[in-house]
């Protein structure tokens, strides 16, 4: 799938390296090639064992040869009130931790 230019994303990417095994919960295919690792809580805050996975994520995807332009951390928005349908871009909250897992 990591081959198929086709594949915008990646559910539950295995991947291992350095005798360690991660399982991404989405790696994104971004338009210039590279990829986003994207990392889903069921959690209304970041904390900072979610920042060691991401990192250890980082480690194995890059150990692989994939060019990795960001990582990312999605989680609960507390503040979301429902309506009759569903607004998941206002129900997820995503953070850029890139810096913070390098």
Not at 33 to 43: A, C, F, H, T
Request: glycine content about 4%; hydrophobic content about 45%.
């Amino acid at each position: 799938m990591i081959a198929d230019p086709t594949v915008t994303a990646i559910f539950e990417a295995a991947l291992v390296h350095d005798g360690l095994l991660v399982r991404v919960d989405c790696l994104e295919r971004r338009a210039d090639g590279r990829w986003r690792l994207n990392e889903v809580k069921s959690s209304t805050r970041i904390k900072d064992e979610h920042l060691e996975e991401v990192a250890l994520q980082t480690y194995v995807v890059a150990g692989n040869g994939l060019p990795l332009a960001d990582a990312y951390l999605v989680f609960i928005n507390d503040k979301y009130v429902r309506d009759e349908t569903i607004d998941w871009n206002e129900l997820f909250c995503r953070k850029d931790v890139s810096e913070d897992v390098i």
